[in-house]
């Protein structure tokens, strides 16, 4: 068999083989749907003890996708994704007690109400059904999204990174001994064991079995799930944030929120690229914040006026404004006020998520107004835009979509509402 053939033939077998794992997926949604919330708990508990029993079994799959990340050149941020310490496993068994305590969105009903004709009309939360997730390098979030579509009634297919398949086959036989503890269906979390990049494309593909794709990875998965997606898509394709220091600001307060935005961590999405200054009070702030910026050593990029006050500062090409860096450097530019800033972020943002400082509160509720981001923040640091920090538990990803989910996705999100009409007899006349 020539390598072309042998190739068709390796994507047949993994389109057969997501088609069955999509069948068993969707039948596994209906029992996880009926599914009361103690049973849905008690697995949480039991994947989370599981995950403390096999310590030592998933220590050494890692230790395998950790050497074989090395002898592939995987870089160090990769590396340090992929490591699975006994503190992150620790993390990890921390998130599913967590998720356990959260209250089930399942069941809820909103807005019920009486019409004239006498029928009651409300809404329901249910689940999606079958959310399947694409993500890469790091093996805690096969737990994170495993245990939110548990609780949030769905079944799962996940698709991990191929540099993490030991570590997530191990996590996975976690999952299904806690499903099964518990009285639910193992295959209501299922997680591919191919590398064959043909799993992507079968698993967007499969609008009969999956209901929404969740991408989490660089611009180049999520581009490409994007485009090629025959089934709805939660994603959000860059984190370019933007502080915006305000003349009316408490000078301290923005020093704090800039930097914090800044480095609190570079790799992230909802790390500050962007630092936007009022004129009137540029002066004062931006020599502080430059020289705490080189002590961190975060490269600076600015405007013209940025650079008549920074002379060290390197200048800011066009293409710096609407660049997500996920590293230490930060573009800088001095606008002229608050309408300047919000056009700025218009022009350049990806509506992720905004910060502004200021003292002023007709200014405040403007920026909240008016700035179309999922996260619009006053004078708070951009760092906050978390499932977590946001009482979420863990999230699933973030959403800059408009439509169904915005912002960090929990529980909430992974569900749907339908309308509900209680009668005793009703017809319509």
């Known amino acids: 068999m020539n390598s072309s053939a042998a190739n068709t033939s390796e994507q047949q ?22 599914a009361d919330t ?6 949480l508990h039991a994947i989370a003890e599981q995950l403390d029993v096999r310590r030592d079994q998933i220590a050494e799959a ?12 995987l870089d160090a941020a990769l590396l340090d994704r992929l490591e699975l310490t006994g503190e992150r496993i620790d993390g990890m068994i921390e998130g599913l007690h967590q ?3 959260l209250p089930d969105p399942v069941g809820e009903i909103d807005d019920l109400k009486y019409r004239p004709s006498g029928i009651q009309v409300g809404k329901m939360r249910v689940p999606l059904g079958v959310v399947g997730i694409i993500y890469e390098s790091r093996p805690n979030v096969t737990i994170d999204a495993a245990s939110l579509c548990l609780k949030s009634g769905n079944a799962t297919i996940l698709r991990g990174g191929s540099e993490a398949l030991h570590s997530n086959g ?26 064959d990049r043909a799993a992507v494309s079968a698993l967007i593909s499969m609008p009969e079995y999956v209901d929404v794709i969740v991408p989490r990875g660089g611009p180049s998965l999520i581009e ?3 485009r090629d997606a025959r089934v709805p898509v939660i994603k959000h394709l860059h984190g370019v944030c933007h502080v915006y220091i305000d003349d009316r600001a408490d000078l301290q307060k923005a020093f704090d929120i800039a930097l914090n935005a800044k480095t609190h961590r570079y790799g992230v999405c909802n790390a500050m690229e962007s630092l936007l200054v009022a004129e009137g009070v540029a002066a004062d702030i ?16 600015g405007c013209e006026r940025t650079r008549k006050i920074l002379e060290d500062c390197n200048p800011a090409a066009e293409a710096d404004w609407s660049e997500e860096y996920l590293a230490p450097v930060l573009s800088i530019r001095i606008v002229e006020d608050l309408d300047a800033a919000m056009d700025h972020i218009a022009r350049y943002g990806s509506g992720h998520t905004e910060s502004i400082v200021t003292g002023d509160y007709s200014r405040a509720r403007r920026f909240l107004a008016e700035v179309d981001s999922s996260s619009v923040m006053v004078n708070a640091s951009t760092r906050f835009a978390d499932g977590f920090e946001y009482g979420l538990g863990a999230e699933i990803g973030i959403s800059t979509d408009k439509i169904h989910a915005r912002g960090p996705v929990g529980l909430e999100g992974l569900t749907s509402q339908k309308w509900i009409v209680l009668g005793e007899g009703h017809i319509r006349q």
Not at 172 to 191: F, H, R, S
């Open 13 to 34: 077998s993994t389109q057969a083989r997501l088609e069955e794992m999509g069948r068993a997926a969707r039948e596994a949604s209906r029992r996880m749907a009926r």
């Open 224 to 226: 490409r799930v994007s």
């Open 99 to 101: 998720i356990a305590e």
């Open 286 to 301: 931006l020599p502080k914040l430059a020289q705490a910026y080189r002590e961190k050593g975060v490269e600076l990029r």
């Open 38 to 43: 103690a049973t849905k708990n008690r697995a």
């Open 62 to 73: 890692n230790d395998r996708d950790m050497k074989a990340g090395r002898d592939n050149g």
């Open 170 to 195: 191990a996590i996975a036989v976690c999952i299904a001994a806690g499903l099964a503890e518990a009285g639910l269906p193992e295959t209501a979390v299922q997680v591919v064991d191919t590398t």
